[in-house]
């Protein structure tokens, strides 16, 4: 079949533009890769045709510089402009700029994306195409008194939204008239922080909320499809975490009369391309044909798209391409059937045990499970930085039944090593794990009322322990005379650190080819122990079952850092070197340096202060330890480069103090 362009730029970055680019260089179609400072080195770069430099690692300098990227395609021939999500994306102005350059945007008219970009008109115009819109205000009053006495019309509880932008930005639940006007106010300062724009909407706030979207797609010629649902209703702070399809307890009667209304709200706006129809459902029961209600449009690819792609069969981005170049949808609803279910879980450089702070590191080690399919932008030995959003991956699998599928994606949750920051991995897979979300039982509230059980931690396996030492130790009982003593067996102490614990721990090497792991709560005898890369097995104890790690091991500011994916859960260990923390705060004397990455806890410090040699200036939290930093000498200080909350990278400079002038 012959190729819709001869060249595409993808004006994204990370996982979607890699996801872009395996598609366009199967179809036959060279890419022009666009990067910043940070991602000069970045996957995406690497696996394009050409690339093109836009400017520093700030987004507003590069990724949202439509001229800089408009100029890149043009400079290097590419006939069309894929925007991913996110960035560029949504803009209308972009795409104008586009078409005027002579070029095809991968994705709708301009007129679409502006009708469909403040929810407020949206729902007014989805009103008339007869889809059904949640009750509430969506007129052009803004004033208090307005906004108040239409929730009392609506009755409470009711949700305040902001009329522009998403991502749960400018939102507030309203419980009682009394708390309305404070909740108004911050939902208007938030709204109009994110988005410029103050305006907002007042709905009817649904009980059991589950969130259903339709993935719908038309062309040039007036043809439009839907791709079935997808079910994101396990979310945090409005954001999805987990999302699947078909949804769970759906019925070809509410099928129909769902996907039905997202056709009907796609033709309202002569709809061409990709785009998804929110829906919010009624979760206290069954679904229902009358029980759910238009939220909102995204006129792009989602986000979770591969879940669609799984159960349909079709790649999604070769139906944009396609489409794009001015052709008929590939196939016709008739010819669309769901096979089989398929989950997507989104893996991100964060702290669940924080808040979900997002966190920045190197990947000194990543490795995916072969039991999904692993949508990555990264690679091991990639960073993640604090400019962009810190997805690792979204792991997708599929299967014959929910249940199947489900079971695939938590072992492959468990599988999945990433050695160099914090992630999501051990919550998702206990989200995965759960008892009600394994029987259906999902709406948007579950992570908040089961997040205690989704974070605990894993106890550290002793045998975990006994690995790492073998890997960070250079251990090799087979080797000859390995424990040969004249007075005894050899024995070695070592010491590893685990959330703020330290770990003695004492290895002897009877002689006999087995390793002794004494000085935890029971000693631990490893025999036949075998090492393959980063994956280390031993048989233990007298039953001889054979334990599994996939171990990583790096050099570090204080230390040896071993990361320990054992038993389906990875933990941080830290084998620390007194002299190597010395040499390092020595080797600085002008400047403190975080040690590793983690989260700024407290600073003392204050610019111009004078302090002495030793005063504690910062407080660094790592692997749940806390780390004071103290001044290297006695001096001021004459630059703060962190604030309190903050996730910092392992190297980065902290503190700067006056040069002596020595």
Known sequence: MTPPFSKLLIANRGEIACRIIRTAKRMGVKTVAVYSDADRNALHVEMADEAVHIGPSAPAESYLDGAKIIAGAQATGAQAIHPGYGFLSENPDFVEAVEKAGLTFVGPSSSAIRAMGLKDAAKRLMEQAGVPVVPGYHGEAQEVVVLA?????????????????????????????????????????????????DKVLVEKFIASPRHIEVQVFGDSQGNVVHLFERDCSLQRRHQKVIEEAPAPGMTEEVRAAMTEAAVR?????????????????????????????????????????????????????????????????????????ISGHAFEARLYAEDPANGFLPATGTLHHLVFSEAARN?????????????????????????????????????????????????????????????????????T?????????????????????????????????????????????ASHKVRFVHEGEVLDRQFVLPGDGSVLLEGGAVPVRMRDIVRDGARVSARIGAGGERVTADIAAWSGVEGTAVSVLSEGAAHQLLLPDPLAVAAHHGEHGDAI??????????????AGAAVDKGEKLIVLEAMKMETSLTAPRAGLVAEIFCAEGETVEGGAILIRFEETGE
């Not at 609506?154 to 998403?166: D, E, T």
């Not at 340096?593 to 204050?606: C, E, F, N, S, Y």
């Open 149 to 197: 006495a239409k929730a009392n019309e609506i009755g409470y509880p009711v949700l305040i939204k902001a009329r522009a932008g998403g991502g749960g930005k400018g939102m507030r639940k309203v419980d009682t008239a009394k708390e309305f006007k404070d909740a108004l106010a911050a939902a208007k300062r938030e709204a109009k922080s994110a988005f410029g724009d």
């Open 265 to 337: 709200a796609a033709q309202a706006i002569d709809y061409s391309g990709a785009g998804t129809i929110e829906f919010i459902a009624d979760g206290s029961g069954p679904l229902r044909p009358d029980g759910f209600w238009f939220m909102e449009m995204n006129t792009r690819l989602q986000v979770e798209h591969p879940v669609t792609e799984a159960i349909t069969g079709q790649d999604l981005v070769e139906w944009q391409l396609r489409v794009a170049a001015g052709g008929t949808l590939p196939l016709s609803q008739e010819q669309l059937s």
């Open 375 to 443: 949508d990555a932008g990264v690679r091991s030995g990639d960073a993640i930085t604090p400019f962009y959003d810190p997805m690792i991956a979204k792991v997708i699998t599929q299967g014959e039944t929910r249940q199947e599928a489900l079971g695939r994606l938590a072992t492959a949750l468990r599988q999945t090593h990433v050695a160099g920051t914090v992630t999501n991995a051990a919550f998702l897979a206990a989200l995965a794990e759960h008892e009600g979300f394994a029987n259906g039982e999902v709406d």
């Open 445 to 489: 509230g579950l992570i908040d009322r089961e997040i205690g059980s989704l974070i605990e931690s894993a106890t550290l396996p002793e045998t975990a322990i006994a690995l790492a030492a073998v890997i960070v130790l250079g251990i090799d009982p087979a080797a000859r005379l390995a424990g040969w003593r004249l007075w005894g067996p």
């Open 593 to 606: 340096l975080a040690p590793m990455t983690g989260i700024v806890r407290a600073v003392t410090a204050r």
